[in-house]
C-alpha cells in the first residue's frame, strides 16, 4: 500500500502534464539516459604508462650500420613507420606514389631479416581502404604503428577523400601476422568538423589500461598538437589537446625513466614548429599525458620539419631533426643530458652542403629490445628510405 | 558500425533535397522528389563510388539533429503544420556549433570538443535544454531527444563522442537556414 502510494505520488505530476509535456519529457529522459551511458562523468584517463618493452640491451664495442630500406625510386617515397619483431627482426611501412596526396599513393612495407631488407610488398592502396570503408578515398598518407604484448601490430593511417592533408583523416587497421595480411580497415572519428584534419606521424605510446595514447594534430585552418586515445577496440575515447594558442603538429612522445626528476608517469613531446617561430618545441605531463605543462621553445632550431626522439637514460635524451633554418639538407642527432634544457649535435646523419642538395626528412626513432635504436627516415629528395642503426656505445664515443 | 548502416544520411539527405524541388506541386510532388533523391544517391561516379558513398565520404555520417532536420521537413512537405519548437531547435544547434566548432578548428582557450567523451559539462548542459523543452512543449526538441537516444542506443554514429551525436555540419548550415528563415518571418508578419 505504502509503494502504491508512493508511486502514485510521484507520478500525479506527470499525469498532470500535457500529452506533449509527457512525451517531450520521455524522450528527453530516453536521450540523458543515452548520454549519460555513452560518457563517463569523470576522467578515466589512466594514471600510467603501459609496461615497457622487456629489454635485453647486448653490450657491444659501438655498432653504427646504415642501409637502404627501398629505392631509389620516382615519384614521391615518404614517413617510414617502424617496429621491432623482435629477434633483431624489424618491420617499417611507408607511403609512396607519383606525386604527394596524389591519387594512387599506397602504402608499402618491407622486412628486415638476417641483416637485410626484404623487396618492398603493396600492403594498402585507396581501393582496398574504399572497399573497407564504404566511402570514396583519394589519396593515403603517414603511417604510424605499435606491436603490442601478444605480436599484434597496430596501424593507424592517414587518408583524404577530398582536397589536401587538411581534408585528413585517420584509419585503423591491425596485423596478426608480423604484416603479412591486415585486418579490415575502420575509420577514426576525431573532430565534429566532418571528421576533418586529423593526421598522425609518431609512434603510439600504450596507456596502463590497454588504451593507446596516439600523438596527433589537427591542421584544418590552426595547427595543434594532440594526444587521441584509443581503445582496443580501435575507438576514440578520449583526446586532449596540448594547446590551443601556440601553432604545433606532429608530437613524438617520450617516455621517461623515473629518477632525476621523473616520475613513474612522466614523458616529453616534441613537437615540429612552423616556419614562422622554427625553434622545436616540447612540454612534458607526469600523469600519463593526462595533463601537459605549456608548449615551450626548445634552443633546436628546424626548418618547419618532424623530429623523433627517444630516452637514452634518466635525463638523458636523443634527437633526430632537420638543423637550421633553410632547407632539410641535414639530419642531425642532438644529445641533451639535462633532460632537454640543452642540446648538443652529436652526428650529422646526412648533410648534403651542394647547390641542389638532396633532401631528407620525417625521421622515426625507436629502441628495440635489444638496446639498439633504429632511425628511418626519407631521404634522397624523398626518394629513398633510409634505415640507421647504432648502440649506446657509438652514442658514447661521439665527441 | 558498417557502411551500410551510415549511408542512411546520404539518401535521407537526397531524399529531402528532392521533396523540397518538388513540395510546389503538392504531397505527390514531395513523395515524387524524394522518390527521386534517392534514386540520384545510387548514380555511380566512378569504379567504386556512388553519389551517397561519395556524400557520405566528404559529410559523414548523420547525427541526431539531421534525422530530426528530415522528420521536420517530411512533415512540412506533406502538408502537416509547422511543429512546435521548429525555430527553438535550430537556434540550440546554431548554437552548440557556434560554441563547439570554432575551438575544434583550434580557435578558442578550451577544447570544447573533448567534453562530448567525459566530463559533466555536456550531460548538464542537455538536463537544462530538457527542461526547458518540458516547459516549452517544444514537439521539435522532444524528436530531437529521440533520434539522440537511437543515434547513441544503436550506434547510428560511429563516434564515441557525444558532440558527434547531437550536431553535424550539413545540420547546422539547414538549422541556421531555418533560423534565418524563422527570424525574417516574424519580423515581417504577414497582414489580412
Request: no cysteine; aromatic share 0%; charged share 15%.
Given at each position: 500500500m505504502a509503494a502504491a502510494g508512493l508511486v502514485a505520488r510521484l507520478t500525479t505530476p506527470l499525469q498532470r502534464l500535457s500529452g506533449v509535456r509527457r512525451f517531450t519529457l520521455a524522450t528527453g529522459v530516453l536521450a540523458l539516459v543515452a548520454i549519460l551511458a555513452n560518457q563517463p562523468l569523470v576522467d578515466r584517463w589512466p594514471a600510467t604508462f603501459g609496461p615497457p618493452e622487456a629489454a635485453s640491451v647486448v653490450s657491444s664495442p659501438g655498432r653504427f650500420e646504415e642501409r637502404i630500406v627501398d629505392g631509389p625510386r620516382g615519384g614521391h617515397t615518404h614517413a617510414p613507420a617502424a617496429v621491432s619483431l623482435g629477434g633483431g627482426r624489424l618491420f617499417v611501412v611507408w607511403w609512396s606514389g607519383r606525386v604527394e596526396a596524389g591519387p594512387g599513393v599506397s602504402l608499402y612495407a618491407s622486412t628486415f631479416e638476417n641483416g637485410a631488407w626484404s623487396p618492398r610488398r603493396l600492403i594498402i592502396d585507396p581501393r582496398r581502404v574504399a572497399a573497407d570503408l564504404g566511402r570514396s578515398i583519394k589519396t593515403i598518407g603517414n603511417p604510424s604503428l605499435v606491436r603490442h604484448g601478444d605480436g599484434r601490430i597496430e596501424m593507424i593511417f592517414v587518408t583524404v577523400s577530398l582536397g589536401g592533408w587538411s581534408g585528413a583523416a585517420l584509419n585503423r587497421t591491425v596485423s596478426t601476422d608480423e604484416g603479412q595480411s591486415w585486418s579490415r580497415i575502420t575509420r577514426l572519428w576525431t573532430s565534429p568538423v566532418l571528421n576533418l584534419s586529423t593526421l598522425a606521424k609518431s609512434p603510439p605510446i600504450p596507456l596502463g589500461d590497454g588504451t593507446l595514447m596516439l600523438p596527433t594534430y589537427h591542421e584544418l585552418v590552426a595547427l595543434r598538437s594532440e594526444m587521441t586515445r584509443i581503445d582496443a577496440q580501435g575507438r576514440v575515447i578520449d583526446r586532449r589537446r596540448l594547446s590551443n594558442t601556440v601553432a604545433a603538429l606532429q608530437p613524438d612522445v617520450t617516455i621517461l625513466s623515473p629518477g632525476a626528476g621523473a616520475g613513474p608517469s612522466s614523458a616529453v613531446a616534441f613537437h615540429r614548429p612552423t616556419a614562422r617561430t622554427p625553434n622545436v618545441l616540447v612540454n612534458r605531463t607526469d600523469d600519463a599525458g593526462r595533463t601537459w605543462t605549456p608548449l615551450a621553445a626548445t634552443s633546436l632550431v628546424t626548418p618547419d620539419s618532424a623530429v623523433a626522439s627517444v630516452e637514452l637514460g634518466p635525463d638523458d635524451l636523443l634527437i633526430a631533426y632537420n638543423p637550421?633554418?633553410?632547407?632539410?639538407?641535414a639530419l642531425v642527432l642532438a644529445r641533451s643530458r639535462d633532460g632537454g634544457q640543452t642540446w648538443r649535435d652529436i652526428h650529422r646523419v646526412v648533410d648534403d652542403q651542394t647547390p641542389d642538395p638532396r633532401l631528407v626528412a620525417y625521421p622515426w626513432m625507436f629502441r628495440s629490445g635489444d638496446g639498439l635504436i633504429h632511425l628511418f627516415y626519407a631521404a634522397d629528395s624523398y626518394a629513398t628510405i633510409r634505415h640507421v642503426m647504432f648502440d649506446q656505445a657509438w652514442i658514447e664515443a661521439r665527441p | 558500425m558498417s557502411a551500410g548502416v551510415e549511408i542512411i544520411g546520404p539518401f535521407l539527405g537526397l531524399a529531402l533535397i528532392g521533396a523540397s524541388v518538388l513540395t510546389r506541386f503538392g504531397r505527390i510532388g514531395a513523395l515524387l522528389g524524394a522518390g527521386l533523391g534517392l534514386a540520384l544517391g545510387f548514380i555511380p561516379l566512378n569504379a567504386t563510388d556512388t553519389l551517397a558513398s561519395m556524400l557520405l565520404a566528404v559529410l559523414g555520417p548523420a547525427s541526431a539533429s539531421f534525422y530530426t532536420l528530415c522528420v521536420l521537413a517530411a512533415l512540412r512537405f506533406t502538408g502537416f503544420a509547422d511543429v512546435r519548437g521548429t525555430a527553438l531547435f535550430a537556434g540550440i544547434v546554431v548554437a552548440f556549433a557556434a560554441g563547439l566548432y570554432p575551438s575544434a578548428m583550434g580557435f578558442a582557450g578550451a577544447d570544447v570538443y573533448a567534453h562530448g567523451f567525459s566530463g559533466i559539462l555536456l550531460p548538464a548542459l542537455m538536463v537544462g535544454i530538457v527542461a526547458l523543452a518540458v516547459l516549452l512543449q517544444a514537439t521539435a526538441l522532444a524528436i530531437w531527444f529521440g533520434f539522440t537516444a537511437l543515434v547513441i542506443g544503436f550506434r547510428l554514429h560511429p563516434s564515441l563522442n557525444t558532440w558527434d551525436a547531437l550536431i553535424d555540419v550539413p545540420s547546422v548550415v539547414i538549422a541556421l537556414g531555418v533560423l534565418i528563415a524563422s527570424l525574417v518571418a516574424r519580423l515581417t508578419p504577414k497582414r489580412s
Open positions: 637550421g633554418s633553410g632547407l632539410r639538407n | -
